[in-house]
């Protein structure tokens, strides 16, 4: 068992309407897993948690892509005073200890380098790293 499979059962219980099991599936991801990953939030196809997901933290209303790996030690949050959550893209990459916070939104390719801190918007196919993450790069795709 690993967080991501106890968040899919929390999240098929809490969509069928049986409100006991996906809390249950929630203190289990952070009992067993060591980290938060609540039924809640949502999360696309295919999206990993690096090394279990020890220690992730993601916010019960963000919203995941597919294909998005999260490091370890990341977190997906709020900021006091701000409403939004941050909404992630597909095929993101997050790195360890990254820090996304606050209504933000990654764009679909973006690459969140380890221990940064997001407090803005990323475009798609952006590389960004630092406190507070700034864009390092943009990724030229070749046409088919």
Same mark, same amino acid.
């Given at each position: 068992?690993?967080a991501m +499979?106890l968040?899919?059962?929390?999240?098929?219980?809490?969509?069928?309407?049986?409100?006991?099991v996906?809390?249950?599936?929630?203190k289990?991801?952070?009992v067993?897993?060591?980290?938060?990953?609540? #039924?809640?939030c949502?999360?696309?196809?295919? +999206?990993?948690?690096?090394?279990?997901?020890?220690?992730?933290?993601i916010?019960?209303?963000?919203?995941?892509?597919k294909k998005v790996?999260?490091?370890?030690?990341?977190?997906?949050?709020?900021? #006091?005073?701000i409403?939004?959550?941050?909404?992630?893209g597909?095929?993101v990459?997050?790195g360890?200890?990254?820090? *996304?916070l606050?209504? *933000?939104?990654?764009?679909?390719?973006?690459v969140i380098?380890?221990?940064a801190?997001?407090?803005?918007s *990323?475009?798609?196919?952006a590389?960004?790293a630092g406190?507070p993450?700034?864009i *390092?790069?943009?990724?030229?795709?070749?046409s #088919?």
């Amino acid at each position: 068992m690993n967080a991501m +499979t106890l968040y899919r059962i929390g999240r098929r219980f809490r969509q069928w309407g049986i409100p006991v099991v996906p809390r249950l599936m929630d203190k289990l991801v952070v009992v067993l897993c060591r980290c938060v990953v609540p #039924s809640r939030c949502e999360i696309g196809e295919g +999206t990993e948690l690096g090394y279990g997901g020890i220690a992730v933290v993601i916010h019960e209303r963000a919203v995941v892509g597919k294909k998005v790996m999260i490091g370890p030690c990341v977190t997906l949050g709020g900021r #006091s005073g701000i409403v939004g959550v941050p909404v992630i893209g597909d095929d993101v990459l997050i790195g360890t200890g990254a820090k *996304v916070l606050g209504d *933000v939104r990654v764009g679909d390719r973006a690459v969140i380098g380890a221990n940064a801190v997001v407090l803005q918007s *990323v475009p798609a196919d952006a590389v960004v790293a630092g406190v507070p993450a700034k864009i *390092v790069r943009i990724q030229v795709h070749a046409s #088919s």
